[in-house]
């Protein structure tokens, strides 16, 4: 089965650009997470979908970043304009449907898209 | 109040020996999940294995196992017969709900870098 795909990988742009980074999540998950990882805060969560739905947005830094999912299977992370405090790893999760807080609900993710920003 | 600690930012392992990777929570919530995945180099998040709050066996997946202790809030890793191959990071995450409405949260840790020795 093929997992959470991300593309691009790799990612270099100039300061002011605009970045996209996609996401295919996994056939069947209902719920789509976007994460970013950096050296000095770690692993956090931008956006969460479920069923297409944004339902909390509360981790996206500011409007430059945008998300949206508009269907089942793709999911988009945009950066406009791009600054270099925005270099970091992305990554796309995905899981089933939420079961409930005694169900597993484990998220899968994606291989992440490195950003650089010059 | 930090909601995972890992208090250990590299450890050291012989192959083929076990090790032990600290992780202790804070919740306030009765019914949450906790996790463990691993980063290698190539810099993947690989899903390890899951622990259910109301679980009363600790889980194992294969070399991984949980060392719940619920009252003490800590949720250790054990790899048992450490490989090279184990090598990587390894993040400790928990999830609860948050809000009535059912939605669940994920939050990580800053890692541990496990080194194995040949």
């Known amino acids: 089965d093929a997992g959470v795909i991300q593309s691009p990988r790799h990612e270099v742009t100039e300061m002011g650009q605009e970045v996209t980074l996609r996401c295919k999540p996994i056939?069947?998950?209902?719920?789509l997470f976007w994460y970013r990882q950096t050296m000095m805060r770690g692993l956090e969560l931008l956006i969460y979908?479920?069923?297409?739905?944004?339902?909390?947005d509360s981790g996206m830094p500011e409007d430059r970043f945008s998300a949206k999912m508009p269907n089942a299977s793709f999911s988009t992370l945009k950066i406009q304009p791009s600054e270099p405090r925005d270099s970091a790893v992305y990554f796309c999760a995905s899981s089933e449907r939420d079961r409930g807080l005694r169900a597993k609900n484990i998220q899968y993710f994606g291989a992440g898209t490195r950003l650089s920003v010059l | 109040a930090q909601k995972i600690t890992q208090t250990q930012p590299g450890m050291f392992v012989q192959e083929k020996e076990a090790v032990t990777l600290d992780c202790t929570y804070d919740t306030s919530d009765q019914s949450y999940g906790l996790f463990w995945y691993k980063q290698p180099s190539s810099g993947e998040m690989i899903f390890l294995i899951y622990?259910?709050?109301?679980?009363?066996q600790n889980a194992t997946e294969g070399r991984y196992s949980l060392n719940f202790q619920k009252a003490r809030k800590s949720a250790n890793l054990v790899i048992s017969a450490s490989q090279l191959g184990d090598s990587a990071m390894y993040f400790c995450?928990?999830?609860?709900?948050?809000?009535?409405?059912?939605?669940?949260?994920?939050?990580f840790g800053i890692g541990t870098k496990l080194q194995v020795i040949p």
């Open positions: 622990q259910g709050s109301y679980d009363e």
């Open positions: 979908f479920n069923n297409n739905v944004p339902i909390d």
């Open positions: 995450a928990m999830r609860e709900a948050m809000n009535s409405g059912g939605y669940q949260k994920v939050t």
């Open positions: 056939s069947g998950h209902n719920s």
